[in-house]
């Protein structure tokens, strides 16, 4: 088995420790990172993520701990993240319905995704979707991203998602049969006690959404559907769940448990924990 993960990262920032933490357990377990954006530009961390003043609207207390800071600052200066791939132009971009000669397009697009899929997951053992605010932007509703989640999934490899990196599962169908591919499964995300009621920003925009602009956990119960389940485990300070080949997790405090329950997927055979 590839001993190397595809991490996909928003260039709109991203939440630090939901990186470090998962990369940490991950290059412990001997395994090699590497990383993709939705159009080649570099990620960054967004500021909160490193600022130990940081208050937390709705829980109401810094949840940026110096150590958290401190490895989030480290990964930051190491400028791994100049090292990364292009995401337009790993996974083919479907074409519009109008696009003249359509259905040849459409075929050719099927081709190139087919090849596409099959190399991505020939290079990769797992796919790991990194949250933050910035997914909601140009990570949840990316149809290449959608595309790149497919190619594990459709051949059952790890597929690990956390906070808002959670969401794009919801929307990552075949475009034919446009089920969920979470429908019936157990899966944790941003739960609404989490969300905030202003605030919601961005790198790169002066653009302050005020709440996200949707509910993730309504979304993500909607999709696993009453066969499945949704976790939110408000309370605890942790919410880690798996059921395979899913691993997600609800937000920044599971990160480290994230990244130990993601390796215990890939060596151990996991496929069943926090439910």
């Given at each position: ?7 996909v ?33 570099k990620?960054?961390?967004l ?36 090292t ?154 942790t ?37």
């Amino acid at each position: 088995m590839s001993k190397k993960i595809l991490a996909v990262l928003s260039e709109y920032g991203y939440w630090g420790i939901e990186l470090v933490g998962p990369l940490e357990k991950l290059e412990e377990a001997g395994y090699t990172v590497e990383f993709i954006t939705p159009n080649g530009k570099k990620a960054e961390a967004l500021p909160p993520s490193y600022d130990t003043t940081y208050v937390d609207p709705p829980l109401g207390v810094c949840v940026t701990t110096p150590l958290a800071a401190e490895k989030v600052k480290a990964f930051e200066v190491s400028n791994r993240l100049e090292t990364r791939r292009n995401l337009s132009e790993v996974i083919p971009q479907r074409p519009y319905f109008s696009t003249p000669d359509f259905l040849r397009a459409f075929e050719k697009y099927y081709s190139d995704l087919k090849i596409a899929q099959e190399s991505v997951t020939e290079e990769y053992a797992a796919l790991l979707l990194v949250g933050g605010s910035g997914p909601i932007i140009d990570m949840v509703n990316n149809q290449r991203v959608h595309d790149l989640i497919l190619a594990f999934y459709n051949k059952q490899m790890p597929v690990a998602g956390i906070c808002y990196g959670v969401a794009p599962l919801v929307f990552a169908r075949d475009f034919n049969e446009r089920n969920s591919i979470i429908k019936g499964k157990h899966v944790t995300g941003h739960c609404i006690e989490y969300d905030y009621q202003d605030g919601t920003g961005f790198l790169h925009t002066d653009l302050n959404m005020g709440p996200p602009p949707y509910v993730l956990e309504y979304l993500l119960a909607d999709a696993v559907g009453p066969e499945g389940q949704y976790h939110g485990n408000f309370g605890k300070e942790t919410s880690v769940i798996v059921d395979y080949p899913f691993i997600t997790a609800r937000s920044l405090q599971c990160s480290f448990e994230f990244g130990e329950q993601f390796v215990n997927v890939l060596d151990k055979g996991l496929t069943r924990y926090g439910w």
